[in-house]
């Protein structure tokens, strides 16, 4: 088991920035891959960037060029570091931790709410 916590959400206006923290614990050997996804209201979870244990990155399309994650020496604390922030932004963000890139049957965080006003 993987233990994700999430940190860094609030409320901020069109153009700031956050950043978006997620400390792993627990069995943090299985977890290869760490990476971000975000869910609207209405809306289905969106991937936003994921960051393997040997530094490959990859990023959504609409968050490619504003927001760059990274993790920790220790491999086990990621973070999402939000410029240049928009109204479609606004979601919850979730932490997900997996043995490969595609994260496809990850562990997730409980998630953090970011809210972008105009």
């Known amino acids: 088991q993987v233990q994700l916590v999430e940190s860094g959400g609030g409320m901020v206006q069109a153009g700031d920035s956050l950043r978006l923290s997620c400390a792993a614990s627990?069995?943090?050997?299985?977890?290869?891959?760490l990476g971000w996804f975000r869910q609207a209201p209405g809306k289905e979870r969106e991937f936003v960037a994921v960051v393997s244990w040997d530094g490959r990155i990859d990023y959504g399309a609409s968050v490619k060029g504003r927001f760059t994650v990274s993790r920790s020496s220790a491999k086990n604390t990621l973070y999402l570091q939000m410029n240049s922030l928009q109204p479609d932004d606004t979601a919850v963000y979730y932490c997900?931790?997996?043995?490969?890139?595609?994260?496809?049957?990850?562990?997730w965080g409980q998630g953090t709410q970011v809210a972008v006003s105009s």
């Open positions: 627990g069995r943090t050997v299985s977890a290869k891959a």
């Open positions: 997900a931790a997996d043995s490969s890139m595609g994260l496809q049957t990850p562990y």
